[in-house]
């Protein structure tokens, strides 16, 4: 009888509803606490230091990354109030007009990206005149003689630095400025992005590989490093968004012609395992064997780019990493499994391809992956204040500092990994490599808007 009660009970329940596990609910009280926090002791200021409980800011002036980046993920979450505070927060105080150099690509994917997909998300048009203002100041960055960007410009006098950059934050600028474009009517930002990729794929080595620094005024390379890591990770990233959000299929053919590379030269197998590690880009002969929390972004691109099965053998490879110290380490060298770079600041990476790989396949091994991940950051990085990242995943010592992508990306993809699948439409959208979600197509969603539109 009990029985029968119970299975008609799960058999009414709507079958999205059935699909949500418990640890959508936990993920949004984690996410409450950690803004609270935020909340309490940084207000109005880019990130909470959560062991000192006191504010941080990148530079002199505040750019509200904390607010910007979180908002999004408060919408998702259905956090009402929350968003409509964190909203009145940006648009009254948020100002570009404001005497700080800032590096061009982490204000592109935490502040034009997020108030890109706020707009989109919200409606209100002063997010898109936010925007629209930091994207006139960051456009100077593209008058290099190459057209590849500069790393840092001024936000008042447009004055731009160091030709040194590297194929990260030169070609994952694509996404924002496209959408910017596409918002404004104007296609100039696109035009500027696109056309940086154009020419870092031009300089690509004759086996298809990129390196880690390249000078952006002679367009020589200053370091020939080739792997998936920090600093070249999110320009294979955009090549294949770029194509998906804006269906430019030349993206896709350079995005294919550089993974075949990546796939025949820097991947290696080591015990059976799959891994990445690093080669020299014009030789593809091997570096060294270090794999680690940004890399661990590369299972859910290659999903996203048709490749289920190297996907599932590299986030099987990531989960090893992970379950060496009960939580993954910022480098390890995979042919001792010993760790190279002890931090753990509170990253997405590995996560976000677990919740790529659960809406792909419905296995239930990423959704537990993903819960075994979520335990063991609540239980390491859980403060009174909020999350703090880890100094040291051996011996656990904590570090004064919480990202503000630890509201953009690890808190959204956690809870998007556990919340029903309508709780967001993937398919019809494409994230930003700080998960800042954008509509492959010009529709609004009303259940995202925050009222009053504008007070
Ligand atoms: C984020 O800012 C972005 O995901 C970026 O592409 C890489 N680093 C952090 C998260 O680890």
Not at 41 to 60: K, V
Not at 286 to 314: C, H, T
Request: glycine share 8%; hydrophobic share 40%; net charge neutral.
């Amino acid at each position: 009888m009990l029985l029968r009660g119970l299975l008609l009970a799960v058999l009414l329940v709507p079958a999205s509803a059935q699909d949500r596990s418990p640890y959508a609910d936990s993920v949004r009280a984690q996410f409450l606490h950690a803004w609270n926090g935020y909340r309490t002791y940084a207000w109005g200021h880019d990130a909470l230091r959560p062991l000192s409980r006191t504010p941080h800011d990148w530079y002199r002036a505040s750019l509200l990354m904390t607010p910007v980046d979180a908002f999004d993920t408060m919408l998702l979450m259905g956090l009402k109030e929350e968003a409509a505070e964190a909203k009145q927060l940006v648009l009254r105080r948020l100002s570009f007009d404001v005497d700080v150099e800032v590096q061009a690509f982490e204000v592109v994917i935490r502040l034009l990206g997020g108030l890109l997909s706020a707009y989109e998300m919200d409606g209100d048009p002063r997010f898109l005149a936010l925007a629209k203002d930091l994207g006139d100041r960051l456009m100077p960055i593209f008058n290099s003689p190459t057209g590849l960007p500069f790393r840092y410009v001024h936000l008042q006098t447009g004055a731009v630095r160091d030709s040194s950059n590297n194929p990260a934050e030169i070609g994952t600028l694509l996404l924002e400025f496209g959408m910017l474009s596409r918002h404004t009517q104007n296609p100039i930002y696109r035009q500027k992005a696109r056309r940086a990729i154009d020419v870092l794929f031009s300089r690509r080595s004759s086996i298809d590989l990129v390196g880690t620094w390249i000078d952006v005024v002679s367009g020589e390379w200053k370091n020939t490093s080739s792997h998936v890591g920090g600093a070249i990770d999110s320009y294979y990233e955009y090549l294949l968004k770029g194509a998906i959000l804006f269906g430019d299929t030349s993206l896709r053919r350079m995005y294919d012609v550089h993974v075949a590379a990546v796939n025949r030269y820097v991947a290696d197998t080591v015990s059976g395992s799959l891994w990445y590690g690093r080669v020299n880009m014009h030789t593809g002969v091997r570096i060294s064997r270090r794999y680690g929390a940004l890399e661990a972004f590369m299972p859910g691109m290659l999903l996203l780019g048709g490749d289920v099965q190297r996907s599932k053998a590299l986030q099987a490879s990531g989960d090893r990493m992970w379950r060496l110290h009960g939580i993954e380490p910022e480098e390890m060298d995979y042919g001792t499994m010993t760790v190279t770079q002890p931090s753990y600041p509170l990253r997405p990476e590995i996560i976000e391809s677990a919740f790529y790989l659960w809406r792909a396949t419905g296995e239930p091994v990423y959704r537990e992956m993903g819960e075994r991940f979520y335990r063991d950051l609540v239980r390491f990085c859980r403060t009174d204040a909020g999350f703090a990242h880890l100094r040291n995943v051996v011996t656990k010592e904590k570090e004064d500092a919480m990202e503000s992508f630890f509201f953009a990306e690890t808190l959204k993809y956690l809870y998007l990994l556990f919340a029903e699948k309508n709780a967001f439409d993937l398919e019809g959208h494409v994230l930003n490599t700080e998960a800042h979600p954008y509509r492959k197509h010009e529709t609004r969603n009303p259940k995202y808007e925050t009222r009053p539109k504008h007070e």
